[in-house]
């Protein structure tokens, strides 16, 4: 394959899979084509991702080292640990958790609420299961765009404790079948800053909010909101239509994870693992909980 020939549907699965996580991860060579990727010898990239994704669709075959005359030119750098993780609900099923330790993941979002009623239904078993991983774990609702936000995020206290390492609460933002009619800016902004309100002050940390570049557009684009970015797009590198920052990217609804059956969303931190790692740090002002509350 050191000619740079796609002869095969092997490789050619096996270099999209690289080029959707070198697109997820933000890498220059994203804008490689299929045939850059398999002809370049030194694909050497420390991304588990990639592997997770080779191992799902097989292997193609390694170039053959370089030439003993080329040693002489100097290294690239080596490439900046990358922040990812999944996202998840009872739609995953049953997750081996043991098998998911070991695999380079950072963090897994987890769906805990949604409205003013419901629970996900695998939320306890999921919670517990990413602490066993050694994984930082958060807790996400699903908003009720034609609901209050006051009892929204009743549902959403009575439910996540507060845990040591916790990430912070997120709130998912986007259509849904059950709220036919998208609420005005102005009311939905009010509503959601009730559930804001009551969440910042049960867990102590200003929520995340996760967002289509359409929801963004319609509802947050512009707005002195204070809550951190997590962005949909599935194109590529994301850019917001105000150029504000993004603290999250949901790169991929098609990951694949050993210990999951099924795809999985895949999800990237914009930012540095010590970074990442200030997310989880308790408020000073708050006790946790000692253990995992009961429905």
Request: hydrophobic share 40%; proline share 9%; with cysteine.
């Amino acid at each position: 394959m050191r000619d740079g020939s796609v002869s095969t549907p092997q490789a050619r699965r096996f270099a999209a899979a690289l080029l959707l996580a070198l697109a997820c991860a933000g890498s220059p060579r994203a804008e490689s084509s299929e045939k850059d990727i398999l002809a370049d010898p030194g694909l050497e990239l420390d991304l588990s991702l990639i592997k997770s994704q080779a191992r799902q669709i097989g292997s193609a075959p390694r170039p053959a080292p370089a030439p003993a005359a080329v040693a002489a030119e100097p290294r690239a750098a080596a490439p900046r640990k990358v922040v990812w993780g999944i996202d998840i609900s009872h739609y995953q099923g049953r997750i081996r958790w043991d098998s998911l330790r070991g695999q380079s993941l950072s963090f897994v979002y987890m769906k805990a609420t949604e409205g003013d009623h419901l629970a996900d239904p695998a939320f306890l078993e999921n919670w517990q299961g990413a602490s066993r991983a050694e994984l930082a774990r958060g807790a996400y609702h699903f908003y009720d765009l034609c609901s209050a936000g006051a009892p929204q995020a009743a549902q959403f206290i009575k439910l996540v404790p507060r845990s040591p390492g916790s990430l912070p609460p997120a709130i998912d933002l986007e259509p849904s079948p059950t709220c036919g009619r998208l609420p005005a800016r102005k009311a939905l902004l009010k509503q959601l800053a009730l559930f804001t309100r009551k969440v910042r002050a049960r867990y102590g940390k200003m929520p995340v909010v996760y967002v289509t570049h359409e929801m963004y557009d319609r509802y947050l684009r512009g707005e002195k909101h204070g809550l951190a970015i997590w962005i949909s797009d599935y194109r590529g590198r994301p850019t917001l239509s105000d150029h504000r920052p993004w603290t999250f990217w949901q790169c991929t609804e098609r990951g694949t994870i050993r210990g999951i059956s099924g795809p999985v969303d895949v999800d990237f931190f914009q930012g540095s693992p010590p970074q990442f790692a200030f997310l989880g740090k308790p408020p000073r002002h708050l006790s946790l909980d000692t253990h995992t509350r009961k429905r």
